[in-house]
């Protein structure tokens, strides 16, 4: 599972990363060219690929936490072991959820962000003077790809230590077999 998810990170992040690129090269969002259209029109494409599959890549580790989670409950019932394996499975995933759906909606909001930097003219803050929609869309863009790979990192670790809960498990189940004289 960790070299999927590695694989999948790698991608979402690469289209995370274009749909960025895109966007700069889109220089003035208002403008009414041929070519700022075009653009506009790829990044918009783009942009929303990258949040599908980066939203693919999120519920892949939820239903790779559901999954094992389960399994686990249903061995310990099954072996009557010591449930500090499944404990700590559940703290993996309740610690890792609630992070990943702060992520899914940061990278849902980018879209009304985007599109309040094409239709609005430059809002007007107080203290601060003239704040462009397209430069907010910016910052708040950057932002959410270093906090989505962050998060990245931070499922690969949950993964990565519940791998080690599984492989702990399936030792415990074959001990138990060996000792009760079942096959293995």
């Not at 580790?61 to 499975?89: H, P, V």
Request: one cysteine or more; aromatic letters at 8%; hydrophobic letters at 50%.
């Amino acid at each position: 599972m960790k070299r999927i998810f590695l694989t999948l990170t790698i991608l979402s992040t690469l289209l995370l990363l274009a749909a960025l690129v895109l966007g700069f090269e889109i220089g003035d969002p208002r403008s009414v060219s041929r070519a700022t259209r075009r653009l506009l029109s790829y990044h918009l494409l783009e942009s929303v690929a990258a949040l599908i599959f980066a939203a693919l890549v999120h519920a892949v580790l939820l239903i790779y936490f559901m999954g094992t989670s389960r399994w686990m409950d249903e061995a310990r019932q099954a072996y009557k072991f010591d449930s500090r394996w499944c404990d700590e499975n559940r703290r993996l995933k309740n610690r890792t959820i609630p992070v990943m759906a702060v992520c899914m909606l940061l990278l849902i909001l980018n879209i009304p962000l985007g599109a309040l930097s094409v239709d609005r003219p430059d809002w007007s803050v107080p203290g601060i003077g003239a704040v462009s929609p397209s430069r907010v869309h910016l910052v708040f863009a950057v932002l959410t790809v270093v906090i989505n790979l962050a998060v990245n990192a931070m499922e690969y670790r949950a993964i990565r230590r519940n791998g080690q809960l599984i492989v702990e498990v399936v030792s415990e189940v074959r001990r138990i077999r060996e000792a009760r004289g079942l096959p293995v």
